[in-house]
């Protein structure tokens, strides 16, 4: 399958997008706005607490909704065809499930261990049925999406990966991201025809150890603050009982450690963004961009999240909005040919195998 030459990501966003002879960039935009979100987030959050958490299968279902139905692209926004019975189906049969396999654990305490192997047993599976009914209610143009992973990937994908990761100390993540992004986009299909993803090593090498650099400056600096503020109080070196700074550096270094791991985690998450889009080509011509600023990504979070806490949550949907509009404005795709050509046979291919997928959902287990 030929490959389009790939176009710098860093160009995406920063006005690149135009038109050729042979090719037409397209950047996606999101239309929403934190005041229309508000009303709509806290409606699900007051009828999730009076239903004792019941109603968040349809508070999700409204949510995507609205951010779905708020990204465009080539002026037509995104549909999620979800009910909130499916949701609020699955997410019973796991929880069943889970208690079921807790009580027959007490009965007979050398099944302690029960519960957790069957969970990560049913977890591959899980995850390849969660994807394939997010894909198949999801739908551009009146043409659905669809998913066909299979559990096996995503076992190797998020389970060994995860394994690798974790027993490495994050040295093996990228590769983690890799089969993630692998299996999940090659897996991926819209109107029948594929989508292709296989995001190279080295950007997500330079995210993880550049949000690593970062953190370790944030984290010097920070010690040497607490440092500096024991030395000029004179506390350093008294005894504990006598002194609450010594109490405040410890929290300073938990609260560090918070931030350095969030740091690292938000830098390489806007990496492996980039990678995985960067790479992701469909049906053989057509090449998606995303030229996140790792930088600006990580502001914006931690912003969000500093906010978020400072208004006890009352900024959220601000917050949510400000992240759905910086990263769709950031992504893009190349369309060889002409559009509305290349429309026209995605919708007559998908009508006659989309029908199948209304009344073959499945159910969302929320994983």
Do not use: C
Not at 84 to 113: D, E, F, H, M, S
Not at 160 to 178: C, E, K, N, Q, V
Not at 247 to 276: D, E, K, Q
Not at 303 to 308: A, H, L, M, W
């Amino acid at each position: 399958m030929a490959l389009v030459e790939p176009l710098p990501a860093q160009n995406v966003g920063q006005g690149s997008f135009g038109r050729s002879a042979d090719r037409d960039f397209q950047r996606l935009s999101f239309t929403g706005s934190a005041s229309e979100y508000f009303g709509i987030w806290i409606v699900n959050i007051l009828l999730t607490i009076i239903t004792l958490g019941i109603y968040s299968a349809w508070a999700k279902v409204r949510r995507n909704r609205y951010f779905y139905g708020n990204t465009v692209l080539l002026g037509r926004a995104f549909e999620y065809h979800a009910k909130g019975k499916q949701i609020l189906i699955g997410r019973a049969i796991v929880i069943g499930a889970l208690v079921v396999l807790n009580v027959v654990a007490t009965l007979a305490p050398v099944l302690v261990l029960l519960p957790t192997v069957v969970f990560l047993a049913a977890l591959p599976w899980l995850v390849a049925r969660g994807l394939r009914f997010n894909a198949r209610v999801t739908s551009y143009r009146n043409v659905r999406f669809d998913f066909v992973g299979g559990a096996g990937g995503a076992f190797k994908a998020l389970i060994l990966g995860g394994f690798l990761a974790l027993i490495t100390l994050g040295l093996l993540a990228p590769l983690a991201s890799r089969w993630v992004g692998r299996y999940v986009g090659s897996n991926l299909r819209f109107g029948g025809r594929a989508f292709q993803t296989d995001p190279p090593l080295a950007p997500l090498y330079r995210g993880l150890f550049l949000g690593l650099g970062l953190a370790l400056a944030v984290a010097l600096l920070a010690t040497a603050i607490v440092m500096g503020t024991l030395r000029a109080t004179g506390t350093l070196g008294q005894s504990t009982e006598n002194t609450i700074w010594l109490w405040f550096s410890i929290g300073a270094s938990y609260a560090g450690f918070i931030a350095f791991y969030g740091i690292i985690t938000l830098f390489y998450r806007a990496a492996v963004r980039n990678a995985v889009w960067n790479s992701t080509v469909f049906d053989g011509n057509h090449r998606f961009f995303s030229g996140l600023s790792r930088g600006r990504y990580t502001w914006i979070a931690i912003s969000n999240f500093v906010v978020t806490i400072l208004t006890l949550g009352l900024m959220r949907p601000w917050a949510a909005v400000r992240m759905a509009r910086y990263t769709w404005t950031r992504t893009g795709v190349a369309i060889f040919g002409v559009v509305g050509t290349l429309m026209s046979d995605i919708e007559e291919q998908a009508s006659a195998v989309g029908a199948e997928f209304i009344d073959f959902e499945g159910f969302d287990f929320g994983f």
